[in-house]
């Protein structure tokens, strides 16, 4: 539906007359059937003016009333096959408008707030194919941008010197599109006065983000869009509410995209929170998923270098870590079985017998497999890595091994015998040290590990890790004494 109106604007559009007569009046219809089919959200009539303007329309939508109204404004160039150029997208230079936050006493509902929006400056325009049929662009940059947000007893101020987007939708086989976006962030600042608790406050020199869907379904962004809006409202209803809306954002995110991947860096980001500062040199998030043959792929990846903590106490600065990486996985859980999965779990009436047999079904096949490859943490004097995986088959069936890798243990073995808040850990540092093998200048721990027990290096330490079999139950006390030996000779 959505691609058929899509198709139908872009046709009707692209026989667009010469601009030196009145503009077509049909053409703000067409614009909002075009909406309305992609999001399936009815878009209402607007106060939406398109006027031809030399070889070339202007379209203004005023918004606001009163001293606080506005208007966006673009010019909007036909193009050959249905595609338009918008260029010199402006936005109001101030905008005044209603969000919801999170309420105080319950972050699971939301409260309304007034939130201004003020640009310094900035330059838009994007090229559109309402068909889908060819690639469509956009790019955008702000500066000065300042978001003031106060409601429900709480603040937030936020400022970007400089915000740059761009992004494409490329047209692929079997009608879906691949959807591309990066966006850098320059003089980032966010401070906050929570309605309860201390005040905190977010800088960054730099915020780099980039993000692709693969396989986007544009069929589905409609669903989509409906089934979103539906549990933003029932957030503010009972629980019954909340999970029909879960249930149906279930059902609409089926087959909505093959694969995708966002990641965002931090650039020398400064933490201010209850009296205390830090420093981040840089701070990598990654974000992937895919499916091959129906069944999950996903990671996430952690990156953190250059912590510094001055507050601390210098007893404390050789445990702050230089740099930490940590990369978690998962593999060969059916996308099918994790959609039951997530229809038992949001049904109404709630079936655990469902959820029960949905949950045991996620485990069919080859297992699901979870790993960390890697895990690095760097410390001043020592440096452990770390990979390994573990297949799971069923609640009590699973079999994994990992590697550990540690440098300069001696050294971190010092520092927890001179730090007397680590005089614990030490018997902990020496039973490891027992059980490693020395290669080089590093140990190593190989570690097997199942239902059945549990290896290191090829030692069995299944009684250690509490695997392997139970102990034998402890004989039965009897209740009295003439029941197991003779009554004392008097």
């Given at each position: 539906m959505a691609r058929r109106l899509a198709l139908g604007f872009a046709l009707s559009c692209g026989a667009v007359g010469p601009l030196a007569a009145a503009p077509d009046p049909s053409l703000e219809q067409q614009l909002r059937a075009w909406l309305s089919g992609l999001t399936g959200v009815a878009v209402p009539e607007l106060p939406l003016r398109i006027t031809?303007?030399?070889?070339?329309?202007?379209?203004?939508?005023?918004?606001?009333?009163?001293?606080?109204?506005?208007?966006?404004?673009?010019?909007?160039?036909?193009?050959?096959?249905?595609?338009?150029?918008?260029?010199?997208?402006?936005?109001?230079?101030?905008?005044?408008?209603?969000?919801?936050?999170?309420?105080?006493?319950?972050?699971?509902?939301?409260?309304?707030a007034e939130a201004t929006l003020s640009l310094g400056g900035q330059d838009g325009r994007m090229l559109l194919d309402p068909s889908l049929a060819s690639p469509s662009s956009f790019e955008a940059r702000l500066r000065g941008v300042r978001l003031d947000v106060a409601g429900g007893g709480q603040e937030q101020?936020?400022?970007?010197?400089?915000?740059?987007?761009?992004?494409?939708?490329?047209?692929?086989?079997?009608?879906?599109?691949?959807?591309?976006?990066?966006?850098?962030?320059?003089?980032?600042r966010i401070a906050a006065q929570p309605a309860s608790g201390e005040p905190f406050a977010l800088q960054a020199r730099a915020l780099r983000a980039n993000g692709r869907l693969d396989g986007l379904?544009?069929?589905?962004?409609?669903?989509?869009?409906?089934?979103?809006?539906?549990?933003?409202?029932?957030?503010?209803?009972?629980?019954?509410?909340?999970?029909?809306?879960?249930?149906?954002?279930?059902?609409?995110?089926?087959?909505?995209?093959?694969?995708?991947?966002?990641?965002?860096?931090?650039?020398?980001?400064?933490?201010?929170?209850?009296?205390?500062?830090?420093?981040?040199?840089?701070?990598?998030?990654?974000?992937a998923a895919d499916a091959p043959e129906g069944r999950l792929a996903g990671s996430i990846g952690l990156e953190m270098a250059g912590l510094e903590v001055p507050s601390l106490p210098p007893g404390l600065m050789p445990w702050v870590p230089r740099r930490i990486v940590l990369h978690p996985v998962i593999s060969g859980m059916g996308v099918a079985e994790l959609t039951g999965l997530a229809l038992a779990a949001t049904a109404t009436p709630p079936d655990d017998q469902a959820t029960d047999a949905a949950l045991a079904a996620l485990f069919n096949g080859p297992g699901v497999t979870i790993g960390i490859d890697p895990l690095t943490i760097e410390l001043p004097a020592s440096?452990?890595?770390?990979?390994?995986?573990?297949?799971?088959?069923?609640?009590?069936?699973?079999?994994?091994?990992?590697?550990?890798?540690?440098?300069?243990?001696?050294?971190?073995?010092?520092?927890?015998?001179?730090?007397?808040?680590?005089?614990?850990?030490?018997?902990?540092?020496?039973?490891?040290?027992?059980?490693?093998?020395?290669?080089?200048?590093?140990?190593?721990?190989?570690?097997?590990?199942?239902?059945?027990?549990?290896?290191?290096?090829g030692v069995d330490i299944s009684s250690l890790a509490g695997g392997g079999q139970p102990p034998a139950p402890p004989p039965k006390r009897p209740s009295h004494p003439s029941q197991s030996q003779p009554a004392p000779k008097r």
């Amino acid at each position: 539906m959505a691609r058929r109106l899509a198709l139908g604007f872009a046709l009707s559009c692209g026989a667009v007359g010469p601009l030196a007569a009145a503009p077509d009046p049909s053409l703000e219809q067409q614009l909002r059937a075009w909406l309305s089919g992609l999001t399936g959200v009815a878009v209402p009539e607007l106060p939406l003016r398109i006027t031809p303007e030399g070889d070339h329309y202007r379209a203004a939508l005023p918004i606001g009333a009163g001293d606080k109204a506005g208007s966006i404004s673009a010019a909007l160039r036909p193009l050959d096959g249905g595609r338009w150029a918008i260029e010199d997208f402006v936005l109001p230079p101030t905008s005044h408008f209603t969000m919801r936050v999170p309420a105080p006493d319950d972050p699971t509902h939301t409260v309304p707030a007034e939130a201004t929006l003020s640009l310094g400056g900035q330059d838009g325009r994007m090229l559109l194919d309402p068909s889908l049929a060819s690639p469509s662009s956009f790019e955008a940059r702000l500066r000065g941008v300042r978001l003031d947000v106060a409601g429900g007893g709480q603040e937030q101020h936020q400022q970007m010197d400089r915000y740059e987007t761009h992004g494409t939708a490329t047209p692929v086989a079997g009608g879906r599109l691949d959807f591309v976006q990066d966006a850098t962030i320059e003089g980032w600042r966010i401070a906050a006065q929570p309605a309860s608790g201390e005040p905190f406050a977010l800088q960054a020199r730099a915020l780099r983000a980039n993000g692709r869907l693969d396989g986007l379904n544009p069929d589905r962004l409609a669903p989509v869009v409906r089934a979103f809006l539906a549990l933003t409202a029932a957030q503010e209803g009972d629980e019954a509410v909340t999970r029909a809306a879960l249930h149906r954002l279930v059902e609409a995110l089926r087959d909505s995209v093959r694969s995708g991947r966002i990641e965002e860096s931090f650039e020398h980001l400064q933490i201010a929170a209850a009296g205390q500062e830090a420093t981040i040199g840089t701070l990598r998030l990654a974000f992937a998923a895919d499916a091959p043959e129906g069944r999950l792929a996903g990671s996430i990846g952690l990156e953190m270098a250059g912590l510094e903590v001055p507050s601390l106490p210098p007893g404390l600065m050789p445990w702050v870590p230089r740099r930490i990486v940590l990369h978690p996985v998962i593999s060969g859980m059916g996308v099918a079985e994790l959609t039951g999965l997530a229809l038992a779990a949001t049904a109404t009436p709630p079936d655990d017998q469902a959820t029960d047999a949905a949950l045991a079904a996620l485990f069919n096949g080859p297992g699901v497999t979870i790993g960390i490859d890697p895990l690095t943490i760097e410390l001043p004097a020592s440096r452990l890595d770390a990979t390994g995986s573990v297949v799971v088959r069923g609640p009590e069936r699973y079999a994994g091994r990992a590697k550990l890798v540690l440098t300069g243990f001696d050294a971190l073995m010092a520092q927890a015998q001179d730090d007397p808040n680590l005089h614990d850990v030490a018997p902990v540092l020496i039973l490891a040290r027992g059980l490693a093998k020395p290669e080089g200048d590093h140990l190593v721990w190989d570690v097997v590990a199942s239902e059945s027990g549990a290896t290191v290096n090829g030692v069995d330490i299944s009684s250690l890790a509490g695997g392997g079999q139970p102990p034998a139950p402890p004989p039965k006390r009897p209740s009295h004494p003439s029941q197991s030996q003779p009554a004392p000779k008097r």
